[in-house]
């Protein structure tokens, strides 16, 4: 199976991204899991330049949206809503359809953050990619300082992610994508 994370935050050592390298921990056997890095070098979406071929930020997006046998989203909730970076991504691959019937999880790193979750899901569903409810999961780590390694090693903790990563993989099978 091969997964792409994409954090939401653009800091380099959110929560959301320590929970993404946790799951990276806990990978089954011969799944490969990339970071999508490149969120806060999109240009701003605009219609008139999503033309063929594609900006080469936008392009480099999508042919790792197209490598990917599922999706993996770990954002922040900013003002009860998605960060603008990460909803600028999304613009970019609506017409594309990079992420029709792809199956996506979305992980929570704050059982507070539930404005943000909802919204991304509608915006991931009105795009046809396909949010598998049982791989979306919250992991208390709001203020917690717990590095990758110290939540993959959390009993609790793991048993969520490889959870959402069985159902991932279940999906991804199920759907016709080998993994």
Do not use: C
């Amino acid at each position: 199976m091969n997964l792409l994370a994409i954090s939401g935050s653009l800091r380099a050592n959110s929560s959301n991204m320590r929970l993404l390298k946790a799951l990276s921990l806990l990978l089954p056997s011969g799944s490969v899991l990339r970071f999508y890095e490149g969120l806060g070098n999109l240009p701003h979406f605009n219609p008139d330049l999503d033309v063929e071929p594609a900006p080469p930020p936008v392009g480099a997006f999508r042919e790792q949206l197209r490598w990917a046998d599922a999706v993996v989203i770990s954002s922040p909730e900013y003002a009860h809503g998605v960060p603008g970076s990460l909803k600028n991504a999304l613009d970019w691959v609506v017409g594309s359809g990079d992420l029709v019937e792809k199956p996506v999880a979305l992980l929570n790193a704050s059982p507070r953050s539930t404005f943000a979750q909802a919204a991304l899901a509608e915006t991931l569903r009105t795009m046809s990619a396909v949010v598998l409810e049982e791989a979306s999961v919250t992991i208390p780590l709001r203020g917690s300082k717990q590095n990758a390694e110290e939540i993959a090693a959390n009993s609790e903790l793991a048993a969520l992610l490889q959870t959402a990563l069985q159902v991932l993989e279940t999906n991804t099978q199920s759907s016709g994508i080998s993994p």
